[in-house]
């Protein structure tokens, strides 16, 4: 009795020091917007206010407030950090998007960043001078003002789907793991028009890349601060979001299950199964289009570098450290892979190098952290596979699955 | 007579080199049990998959009510009115016994109509009623096709294909699905029924068609067949 009591005050006690920290944190924060470990707590109470019970009211009111106060405020006065969220929400829409092509309907969609790299392009040749190359100044004085950006957002959702459709239509007809290899072969081949395509007609300007890319510009306000485009991406973020989920959750994303259970029974249900992998792929492909015109806004320079292999596999790894087909493990996921690459691991690198410098300790710069990303990032996948294969936060058929399998175990072994 | 609702007339289906099914050729009519039986790997399945459309026959012809349907793509058939219950009942393991049954109706608009049909499976088998709530993959064997078949029956079909619904279940839940089959013609609908438990069903069944390596070697009424040396000797042993 007295051990079941203790427990419940145990409980308790974790519960208050979640509180604590949901609130604590935020404030922290905006206090000591420079510090890194107090960046890395108030990421954390923001994910413990999803997972902690409470009031949705309360937690509705602590998120916003997070979100549309402590972060911007934050962000004035450090925009280092402000950056990183940015990037955050980013990846976490991208990492929606291909959700829905891996997680919902199954299909392994290595070439990802290719439509990401068509909707920066896309952007790109139109708000800089690039698009004069093709039409006489005399026509129309391009870059196009950054009014057009707006526009360009759902034009490069349907551009970038579009050719999803056209990608996916005679390949996801074949069976098993063909639609892989043809991604894959589509990202590079897409990475390689952008750097040949300089000559007879320049179109991309090849490895130099296209710059300066005009931002976003409304009711006549220039939006080229880290904090519009934080604006920005939340909003389109919650677009995605709402859209992913709904989906989700319609006969279409049941169609999906179906498909991802068995294929065959999935036929047999009269479900039309090319047409709905079309709309996986496209609907993805769409989502990443869209953020490609965002991040050529906001780089204001895209050059074919930035759409590599290496970024398709990043944008994968955040969906498997996740937890394929779960929208918010998925989110989850592109947090953890984004602050590893671009603040822990430079941390470290920088803290290692202080250490040599004063002489501490010496660490030759052949094993600088920074260098190793790739490796500490197959680690970790490799670790993740080992230890939680489903990912940190694993869809709930998956688990609701596994506790089955478990009951059903025991069941047998008793019996 | 009634109405030929399905027929076969000299269909030929290959999985590449491998010729299944040869000169296939039978007839259906409305608010019959037909039964197809034969040995492992005499062709029953295949035959099931290319009436569905899950295979495409080389040659010959599919006709559904009295239009020629091979070629045709699985998700219209549905739409027209064939359920195809496939072999190893193919069930959703991770979707819930009500959502396995709302994929059945997928092909379906009317959310009334869906509605409609789930109350009319659940009365026809009350056990998937009580286990609305549970995971498709942790149904006993025997619930299993109960869901298979309710699933089938989601989708207002005209003619239902079921593949061998009695594998691998107890001799009671045999019975019961033989009993759910005899019902279901008795409210009109059209079966065809593919069986290694060629006694039982040639009983039930108003006609049947005997396949071997992909021929059909022997017809006749189920009475008829029952009677047959051959069949005596080849199935039911
Ligand atoms: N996907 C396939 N590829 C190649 N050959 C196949 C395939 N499926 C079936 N076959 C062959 O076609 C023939 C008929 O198979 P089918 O599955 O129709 O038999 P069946 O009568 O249903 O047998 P069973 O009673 O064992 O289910 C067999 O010789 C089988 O080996
Ligand atoms: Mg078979």
Redesign the interface.
Request: hydrophobic content about 40%.
């Given at each position: 009795m007295d051990t079941i009591k203790n427990y419940f005050r145990l409980i308790k006690e974790k519960q208050l020091i979640q509180l604590v920290l949901i609130f604590l944190a935020p404030i922290l924060f905006y206090l000591f917007s420079k510090s890194s470990i107090i960046f890395l707590l108030f990421l954390a109470s923001l994910f413990l206010l999803y997972r902690i019970r409470l009031d949705m009211k309360i937690k509705g009111i602590v998120a916003l407030l997070d979100l549309l106060l402590i972060i911007p405020l934050a962000g004035l006065e450090n925009s280092y950090y402000l950056g990183i969220i940015t990037q955050i929400v980013i990846y976490a829409v991208l990492a929606i998007g291909l959700n829905v092509v891996i997680g919902f309907a199954g299909l392994l969609d290595l070439g990802y960043v290719g439509f990401y790299a068509v909707g920066a392009y896309l952007y790109a040749f139109f708000a800089t001078s690039q698009a004069n190359n093709v039409i006489p100044e005399s026509i129309y004085q391009f870059p196009l003002s950054g009014n057009w950006f707006w526009l360009f957002l759902p034009l490069a959702l349907i551009v970038s789907a579009g050719m999803g459709v056209l990608l996916g239509l005679p390949v996801l007809r074949l069976k098993g793991d063909y639609l892989a290899i043809v991604t894959l072969g589509f990202a590079e081949i897409i990475r390689i028009i952008l750097n040949n395509a300089d000559k007879p007609i320049n179109l991309t300007n090849g490895p130099k890349g296209l710059t300066p890319v005009k931002p976003p510009e409304i009711f006549g306000i220039v939006m080229n601060q880290p904090i519009h485009f934080y604006f920005i991406v939340l909003v389109l973020f919650v677009i995605v979001f709402i859209s992913a989920y709904r989906l989700d959750h319609s006969r279409i994303g049941r169609a999906w299950a179906a498909i991802r259970e068995d294929e065959l029974a999935a036929r047999t249900m009269g479900i039309p199964l090319v047409r709905m992998k079309l709309l996986a792929f496209a609907t993805g492909a769409g989502f990443a289009g869209m953020m490609g015109v965002v991040f050529a806004a906001r780089q204001t320079f895209v050059d074919p570098s930035s759409f590599g292999f290496m970024e398709s596999i990043g944008i994968l790894a955040m969906v498997i450290m996740g937890g394929m087909g779960n929208i918010r493990g998925v989110i989850v996921g592109a947090a953890a892979v984004v602050i590893l690459q671009l603040h822990l691991l430079k941390e470290l690198s920088t803290f290692l190098t202080q250490l040599s410098v004063s002489g501490i300790l010496y660490i030759p710069s052949q094993l600088d952290p920074a260098k190793y990303e790739k490796l500490v990032f197959g680690l970790i996948l490799i670790l993740m596979c080992v230890f939680r294969p489903k990912g940190l936060m694993p869809a709930k058929r998956t688990m609701e699955l596994i506790k089955g399998f478990r009951k059903k175990l025991t069941k047998e072994s008793l019996s | 007579m009634s109405k030929t609702i399905l027929q076969l007339e000299n269909v030929n289906t290959y999985y590449g080199k491998i010729h299944a099914l040869k000169d296939v050729s039978f007839e259906v009519n409305e608010g019959e049990i037909v039964t197809l039986i034969g040995s492992n790997g005499a062709g029953k399945t295949t035959t099931l998959k290319t009436i569905?459309a899950?295979l495409k026959p080389a040659n010959g012809n599919v006709v559904y009510m009295g239009k020629k349907v091979n070629g045709s793509?699985?998700?219209l058939?549905?739409?027209e009115g064939i359920?195809?219950?496939?072999e190893g009942r193919?069930?959703?393991?991770?979707?819930t016994v009500e959502?396995n049954l709302?994929?059945?109706a997928?092909?379906l608009k009317s959310q009334e109509r869906i509605k409609r049909n789930k109350d009319y499976v659940f009365e026809l088998f009350p056990r998937l009623l009580e286990r609305r709530k549970q995971?498709g993959?942790?149904l006993s064997g025997g619930e299993q096709q109960m869901l298979a078949m309710g699933?089938g029956l989601m989708?207002d079909p005209k003619i239902m294909l079921l593949d061998e619904p009695s594998m691998g279940l107890a001799p009671m839940m045999i019975q019961t699905v033989f009993d759910i089959i005899k019902k279901l013609r008795s409210e009109g609908m059209t079966i065809l029924l593919v069986e290694q438990n060629a006694g039982k069903a040639l009983k039930l069944a108003n006609k049947g068609y005997v396949l071997q390596t992909g021929s059909v070697i022997l017809s006749g009424t189920g009475a008829e067949l029952l009677k047959n040396d051959m069949v005596r000797e080849a199935y039911l042993g």
């Open positions: - | 569905s899950l793509a699985p998700h058939l549905t739409i359920a195809h219950v496939p193919k069930i959703f393991p991770r979707l959502e709302e994929m059945g997928f092909s995971k993959g942790t699933r989708c």
